[in-house]
């Protein structure tokens, strides 16, 4: 934001606080039903992300979608679905603990996207994409540390010691960093430029290319 003199904040500090709120308890949730569900049934229903962020689109922005785009938006998440299972190890499994956990997490998910679009992109003066990643991921980061001390006190403890016992991780980490927020500013410019539903089907069609990535190095 230095660099390029973007130094006026549009966005308020309770609208980044309600933000993060919305990011963390999506991520919680999600992280927290790969205790009750295998990968495979996670990837099936981050697909179908797009069906409930059009519906909370209506609800909080107004918008009006057509029949044939429902059905067209259900036969994209059907076919990424038909693609995940088309690996004879993927295996779906439905506890319904897990599949709560991961209903609400993909609600909250759907909340985040359109409620970025509305309070920060959808308004006279929009805020640039650089400014929401910066406070979004400082109040994210105070937000989940606080989450994580009270219900995983001993996280913080484990992962020191385990990046002292393998310090080559690190490296990995920062370039894992670096990529999440490049990742998150293109995304961001997306729900800017062309709104939160088009946004969820590239994000959709993006768990094609990376299970085709994960095959090829397999």
């Known amino acids: 934001r230095l660099l390029t003199r973007d130094l006026n904040r549009v966005g308020t500090l309770a609208q980044y606080a309600a933000l993060s709120v919305l990011t963390v308890s999506g991520m919680g949730l999600t992280n927290l039903s790969l205790n009750y569900l295998t990968y495979p049934t996670r990837v099936i229903f981050k697909s179908s992300k797009l069906l409930p962020t059009m519906a909370v689109g209506t609800l909080l922005l107004g ?3 057509s029949l044939l785009e429902y059905v067209a938006s259900a036969g994209l998440v059907t076919g990424i679905v038909f693609f995940t299972m088309g690996d004879a190890e993927a295996r779906p499994s439905f506890n319904p603990i897990g599949i709560a956990l991961i209903v609400l997490g993909i609600g909250f998910d759907a909340a985040t996207s359109n409620y970025e679009e509305r309070a920060f992109f959808r308004i006279a003066k929009p805020a640039s994409q650089a400014e929401v990643v910066a406070f979004s991921s400082l109040f994210g980061s105070v937000t989940s540390l606080a989450m994580l001390l009270l219900f995983s006190p001993d996280e913080i403890p484990n992962a020191v010691a385990h990046a002292r016992k ?13 990529c999440g927020y490049v990742s998150v500013s293109f995304v961001l410019l997306l729900i800017k430029v062309y709104g939160a539903t088009v946004t969820e089907m590239v994000k959709s069609l ?7 990535i994960g095959r090829a190095h397999v």
């Open 166 to 178: 393998h310090p080559e991780q690190l490296p990995y980490l920062v370039l894992s960093s670096v």
């Open 63 to 65: 918008r009006k979608y």
């Open 206 to 212: 993006r768990k094609v290319l990376t299970l085709e």
